[in-house]
């Protein structure tokens, strides 16, 4: 059973920077691209970045694109989500999950999930 666990989430002002990460266990993670989604209160899961284990290609929401960076370290089946210059409306919480369909931005393709972690940007 593939296990996903989330941290790193917390209250900063807008303009600041937080990192991210999720922890994976029970699988062959070099099989699976890995993806990060946000829900904020009243709105529907989207996407936010995804990142195949082998070869790092990477993708991005337009409106994180250049602020949010996501990275991977195999040795530690770890993801990581760094986000830069934070906004009030990247106020949700960031959900980690696993999927075997790289590339792919819908919610419903992808197999695991984490808890989630909630991220509050003060303006």
């Known amino acids: 059973q593939v296990q996903l666990v989330e941290s790193g989430g917390g209250l900063v002002q807008a303009g600041g920077s937080l990192r991210l990460s999720c922890s994976a266990s029970g699988g062959t993670f070099s099989s699976y691209a890995m993806g990060w989604f946000r829900q904020a209160p009243g709105k529907e899961r989207e996407f936010v970045a995804t990142?195949?284990?082998?070869?790092?290609?990477?993708d991005y929401a337009d409106v994180v694109r250049g602020r949010f960076t996501i990275s991977r370290d195999n040795a530690k089946n770890t993801v990581y989500l760094q986000m830069n210059t934070l906004k009030s409306e990247d106020t949700a919480v960031y959900y980690c999950?696993?999927?075997?369909?790289?590339?792919?931005?819908?919610?419903?393709?992808?197999?695991?999930w984490g808890q989630g972690t909630q991220v509050t940007v003060s303006s």
């Open positions: 990142i195949r284990w082998s070869g790092g290609k990477e």
């Open positions: 999950a696993a999927t075997f369909a790289y590339g792919t931005r819908r919610p419903q393709d992808y197999e695991y």
